[in-house]
Nanobody, 125 residues
Framework: QLQLVETGGALVQPGGSLRLSCSAS????????MGWFRQAPGKERELVAT???????WYADSVKDRFTISRANWQRLLHLQMNTLKPEDTAVYYC???????????????????WGQGTQVTVSS
C-alpha cells in the first residue's frame, strides 16, 4: 500500500485559488487510481475528484469547472488545483489511493485502501 502525505492547505479568500499536493511512497504510484476527498465539520466525507493512471478524470458536480486533478507518475505526486473557491469548499482534504492496483479511474463507490492525514482548506474573508 502507498503512504500518502498532503500539503498545501491554507486560509484563502472567496474567489481565490489554492493547489494541494499529495506525495506518495512505498509502492508503484502509477499502479493506482487516485482521488481527493473532503470532509467538512458535521458532514460526511465527499469524493471530489479522481484520476486514473493515464489521466482520465472524474469530478463531483459541486467542483466541476473549478477544480482540476492531475498526477505526475514519475514524481509520485498528485495535485488538486482549486480555483474560484467558495466558503462551502471549506473542509479537510484527503488524498487516497484505490484499494485495487488496476490503475483504472476510480468512480463513486470505488474502494480506497490508502489515505493521507489530511490538509485543512478554509475559505473565508
Amino acid at each position: 500500500q502507498l503512504q500518502l502525505v498532503e500539503t498545501g492547505g491554507a486560509l484563502v479568500q472567496p474567489g481565490g485559488s489554492l493547489r494541494l499536493s499529495c506525495s506518495a511512497s512505498g509502492g508503484t504510484f502509477s499502479d493506482y487510481g487516485m482521488g481527493w476527498f473532503r470532509q467538512a465539520p458535521g458532514k460526511e466525507r465527499e469524493l471530489v475528484a479522481t484520476i486514473g493512471r493515464n489521466g482520465q478524470t472524474w469530478y463531483a458536480d459541486s467542483v466541476k469547472d473549478r477544480f482540476t486533478i492531475s498526477r505526475a507518475n514519475w514524481q509520485r505526486l498528485l495535485h488538486l488545483q482549486m480555483n474560484t473557491l467558495k466558503p462551502e469548499d471549506t473542509a479537510v482534504y484527503y488524498c487516497a489511493a484505490a484499494a485495487r492496483r488496476s490503475g483504472l479511474i476510480p468512480r463513486p463507490g470505488t474502494e480506497f485502501g490508502s489515505w493521507g492525514q489530511g490538509t485543512q482548506v478554509t475559505v473565508s474573508s
